[in-house]
Each structure stands twice: as C-alpha cells, then as structure tokens.
C-alpha cells in the first residue's frame, strides 16, 4: 500500500506561481509512474502531468503546457509541480495518482493509478 500526501496549494492572485509536492509512504516510489490530476468544482476529474519512473519523459494535458512543470525526487520519494502564471480556470483540487503498472497508451487515465492521495486545494483569485 502506497499513502501519497500532497501539500503546497493555497489562496493566490492571478499571475502567481505555486509549488505542489507529493510525498510517497513507500521508499520503492522509483517503481511508479506518477500523475497530477485535478477537479475543479462541478467538474470531472482531469488530466494535469504525469512523469515516467525515472523522471526523465513528462506528459501534459493541452491546457497546461509552457505553464506546469513536474518533476521528480526519487530519493526524497517526492514528486512536484510547479504552476506558472495561475489563472482563475486553475481553480481546483489538485490530486497526485501512482501507478505501478504505467504505460504510456493510457497515462491520461485516471483509472490507471493504484494509489491516490487526498488533495490540494489551490484557488485562484483575480
């Protein structure tokens, strides 16, 4: 069993960048793929990032490209995201997702991630 907890998100102004971290329970979280997601209000949950186990091949959503970048720290079992220029359409609860079986044909899925963690709230004001 995999805990992931995530932190970082918070009450900001339009044009604001953010840090989300998202922390792994297990010291084998080389093993996993790892994604963002993120539900805004009323909203199905979507598809932010994800990154491979290695750290070295990123995937994006459409909409958040040139904004998100993830990465990753295997030795701190952590991953992060860093949002540049926030915009109100950001708004939402932000979700980090492992999965021990990724591939990259169904990444965007959210049905693909073993383990998820509880979320962070990022709001964006204008």
């Known amino acids: 069993q995999v805990q992931l907890v995530e932190s970082g998100g918070g009450l900001v102004q339009a044009g604001d960048s953010l840090r989300l971290s998202c922390v792994a329970s297990t010291s084998t979280f080389s093993r996993y793929g790892v994604a963002w997601f993120r539900q805004a209000p009323g909203m199905e949950r979507e598809f932010v990032a994800a990154i491979r186990r290695s750290g070295g091949v990123t995937t994006y959503a459409d909409s958040v490209k040139g904004r998100f970048t993830m990465s990753r720290e295997n030795a701190k079992n952590a991953v992060y995201l860093q949002i540049d220029s926030l915009k109100r359409e950001d708004t939402a609860v932000y979700y980090c997702?492992?999965?021990?079986?990724?591939?990259?044909?169904?990444?965007?899925?959210?049905?693909?991630?073993?383990?998820w963690g509880q979320g962070t709230q990022v709001i964006v004001s204008s």
């Open positions: 997702a492992a999965s021990a079986t990724l591939i990259t044909s169904t990444l965007r899925m959210a049905t693909q991630y073993q383990y």
